[in-house]
């Protein structure tokens, strides 16, 4: 039996999902969101969300960080893709941001949640979901939807 077997197992048991985000898993841990700093480098949280434990990879976004993404991509199930709608001048740097990651291959697998942004291919599962992370809204039904897409894919068998 393979390392990767064992960790499939150990996931299936402890219902484990690994999801790579931005500083939104603030508001989604009850956290204050009124002064949002950039993350510099990353934080972990684990949250229990319904019956499944979330490892919550909160990585900064600043282009002089990215290039450090390709290190947190291991065993990712899930990505929740921030675009702040209301910067109009990042957008198209965004857009090309999310179709290289979206190459990567060690993300082939992983459900992709995007916040606020417009459609695309049909090679992968993914959800569209406006929010706002000093409210909460929208964030509760973008991740439950990203949780019942990776539960589906993850733990079929149960």
């Not at 993914?126 to 000093?134: D, K, L, P, T």
């Amino acid at each position: 039996m393979g390392l990767l077997s064992i960790i499939r197992k150990i996931k299936r048991k402890e219902k484990e999902m690994r999801i790579l985000m931005t500083t939104i898993v603030l508001k989604i841990n009850g956290e204050d969101t009124g002064v949002i700093s950039p993350t510099l480098g990353f934080n972990i949280k684990t949250i229990k969300y319904h019956k499944y434990s979330l490892n919550i990879w909160d990585i900064g976004g600043q282009k002089t960080i990215r290039s450090y993404w390709r290190n947190y991509f291991e065993q990712t199930d899930g990505l929740v893709w921030v675009v702040d709608s209301s910067d109009i001048r990042r957008l198209d740097d965004c857009r090309a941001e999310l179709h290289n990651l979206l190459k990567e291959e060690r993300l082939a697998g992983a459900s992709l949640l995007v916040l606020n942004l417009e459609a695309m291919d049909g090679s992968r599962h993914w959800q569209i979901v406006g929010c706002s992370a000093h409210t909460g809204e929208g964030l509760l039904q973008g991740f439950d939807w990203l949780v019942q897409d990776i539960a589906s894919r993850i733990y079929v068998l149960e």
